[in-house]
């Protein structure tokens, strides 16, 4: 087959050009990063696992009405996806306090927050993605007012939903990190969630022993951070073909 053409290369994915316009090719690495970059690793199997897990995250939101940029998975660390403009933003879901939250409220890690709070940070790895309010995002255009409600709203749901989904199969949903895109069809324009939802950007704990699933056992040198990304897709009833 001819090798496609790359059109970027981030620290856990690759994008290449997809097989018809306005598609793209999203490949899952193995490579992992904490702390801007600044923490280097790989994490074997990792890419598959999270290949697997984003296919099925995002498949089940397709069907409650959530748009997305998944098409379908193509192989074990490929998937087609639809080509949109990156909102140069990370929506930050939180039900628990971890974290960054924890660290700078010092509100100790494990609490359940009254009410979920969303935060958004402007991605830019240079300044080393600050966090920013609605009023930076629209005054300096990164999205429009009418954006950011669909955003809230995309992201409201999709945090009910994913909290309900985790914790059927016995775990806690304590906050992950969303991208969106702008998906422009017949000159109409729609948001939809973008990137990827796995382990690597969701903090998920055992419900009942408050063991830690994931990437956090890279981030803090816990050991078998493999085995957690493996027990999510077990229990998501999604292990890779063996
Ligand atoms: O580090 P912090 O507590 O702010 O992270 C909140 C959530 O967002 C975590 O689930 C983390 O995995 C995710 N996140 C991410 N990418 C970043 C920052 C945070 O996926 N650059």
């Known amino acids: 087959m001819a090798r496609r053409r790359q059109l970027y290369e981030g620290k856990a994915k690759i994008l290449f050009e997809g097989p018809e316009p306005g598609t793209l090719v999203q490949y899952f690495k193995d490579d992992a990063t904490a702390f801007n970059a600044q923490k280097k690793g790989t994490i074997t199997g990792k890419g598959v696992l999270n290949n697997r897990i984003s296919e099925y995250l995002m498949t089940r939101l397709a069907e409650i009405g959530v748009p997305t940029h998944f098409i379908r998975r193509l192989n074990m660390r490929e998937q087609l996806i639809r080509e949109v403009e990156i909102i140069p933003l990370e929506v930050v879901v939180r039900n628990v306090a971890a974290g960054s939250l924890a660290t700078r409220l010092g509100i100790p890690e494990g609490q359940r927050l009254p009410r979920s709070i969303i935060e958004y940070y402007y991605k830019n790895d240079q300044l080393g993605d600050p966090m920013v309010a609605e009023e930076h995002i629209t005054c300096f255009?990164?999205?429009?007012?009418?954006d950011l409600d669909d955003i809230v709203a995309l992201t409201l749901r999709v945090n009910d939903f994913l909290t309900g989904l985790f914790l059927g199969v016995g775990i806690t949903l304590v906050d992950f990190k969303l991208e969106f895109g702008r998906l422009w069809e017949n000159d109409e324009m729609r948001i939809v969630l973008a990137d990827e939802i796995s382990p690597d950007?969701?903090?998920?704990?055992?419900?009942?022993?408050?063991?830690?699933?994931?990437?956090?056992?890279?981030?803090?040198?816990?050991?078998?951070?493999?085995?957690?990304?493996?027990?999510?897709?077990?229990?998501?009833?999604?292990?890779?073909?063996?």
């Open 201 to 242: 950007n969701c903090r998920l704990w055992d419900a009942k022993t408050g063991e830690k699933m994931d990437k956090d056992r890279f981030r803090r040198d816990l050991g078998k951070v493999e085995e957690g990304y493996q027990e999510v897709a077990r229990r998501l009833g999604i292990l890779p073909e063996a």
């Open 141 to 146: 255009g990164w999205a429009a007012t009418q």
